[in-house]
T-cell receptor, first 118, second 115 residues
């Protein structure tokens, strides 16, 4: 078990460019989450997948944001036409959807991708 | 809607001293409560969680937390702080069938440990 991994760890881009982040969850986990964390704040939920299905999206996820999990394994988060307000740490988490009370299974977090938009 | 308040942005304690980090929540039902720790450059690590039962829960690294329904609180405690405990701590309300699968986090408390 190598934990949740995210790539890249850091991304600097110019306003208006598109960026894509990748998350590899723990291999047997079927649930995957994206959160965004800005300076001085706790993580805020963006979206949630169960297997390949995107089941929840936050209102924070504007039309410029899209997330996919095509085969129910890794996930990508793309931001189009980046804005300076998109600068944040993007965190991915995964959990097991199996077992009684699975909704409350521990979410394991990756190290995050720090995005800076100039 | 769910919300979590961590009233203290920063706390400084001396190594070996006791620690209490405050967390208050707003929730329409029995909450599922969590404490996570985040060190610089690291992801969040779960310290402990409360779902039901005994209101005093034990976690990793010598931490414990007490759920008090009457005060809507879930404060984190440690009897003797080590320098390695310096980090940012987040309280969170957990997923549930009504509000969906997300964790809702407080703004965090930065713990500094002085020698």
């Amino acid at each position: 078990d190598t934990g949740v991994s995210q790539d890249p760890r850091h991304k600097i881009t110019k306003r208006g460019q598109n960026v894509t982040f990748r998350c590899d969850p723990i291999s047997e986990h079927n649930r995957l989450y994206w959160y965004r964390q800005t300076l001085g704040q706790g993580p805020e939920f963006l979206t949630y997948f169960q297997n390949e299905a995107q089941l929840e999206k936050s209102r924070l996820l504007s039309d410029r944001f899209s997330a996919e999990r095509p085969k129910g394994s890794f996930s990508t988060l793309e931001i189009q036409r980046t804005e300076q307000g998109d600068s944040a740490m993007y965190l991915c988490a995964s959990s097991s959807g199996r077992g009684e009370g699975a909704i409350n299974n521990e979410q394991f977090f990756g190290p995050g991708t720090r995005l800076t938009v100039l | 809607a769910q919300s979590v308040t961590q009233p203290d942005i920063h706390i400084t304690v001396s190594e070996g001293a006791s620690l209490e980090l405050r967390c208050n929540y707003s929730y329409g039902a029995t909450p599922y409560l969590f404490w996570y720790v985040q060190s610089p450059g690291q992801g969040l690590q779960l310290l402990l969680k409360y779902f039901s039962g005994d209101t005093l829960v034990q976690g990793i690294k010598g931490f414990e937390a007490e759920f008090k329904r009457s005060q809507s609180s879930f404060n984190l405690r440690k009897p003797s702080v080590h320098w390695s405990d310096a980090a940012e701590y987040f309280c969170a309300v957990g997923p549930n069938m009504e509000y969906g699968n997300k964790l809702v986090f407080g703004a965090g408390t930065i713990l500094r440990v002085k020698s």
